[in-house]
């Protein structure tokens, strides 16, 4: 019973990880195959120009997907905090 519950805590978690980094891993990729395809067709090779747009993309993607976040984490939380009062009760 108690396996069963954590390996669904558990599962649970991992899917959380997966939809809180996954779309902003995912922009941040695009964004450098998009500056790396840039700097290979120019040949222009500045630290600077790859790192910068990864940077906003990102900042950009955390103010747009921020209240996703949230909403994510808080159901996380509060679903967890009844599963623990449910298996604490229960015994």
């Known amino acids: 019973m108690e396996s069963d519950v954590l390996s669904g805590a558990l599962r649970e978690t991992l899917w959380v990880a997966v939809q809180l980094a996954g779309?902003?891993?995912?922009?941040?990729?695009?964004?450098?195959?998009v500056v790396a395809l840039f700097q290979a067709m120019t040949q222009v090779q500045?630290?600077?120009?790859?790192?910068?747009?990864?940077l906003a993309v990102c900042g950009g993607g955390l103010l747009l997907l921020g209240p996703f976040m949230?909403?994510?984490?808080?159901?996380?939380?509060?679903g967890l905090f009844d599963r623990m009062?449910?298996?604490?009760?229960?015994?």
Do not use: H, I, N, W
Not at 85 to 91: E, K, N, R, S
């Open 23 to 33: 779309p902003l891993l995912g922009a941040m990729l695009a964004a450098g195959l």
């Open 46 to 54: 500045e630290a600077s120009l790859a790192f910068l747009p990864k």
């Open 70 to 78: 949230v909403g994510v984490l808080r159901a996380y939380a509060t």
């Open 85 to 91: 009062v449910a298996l604490g009760g229960a015994g």
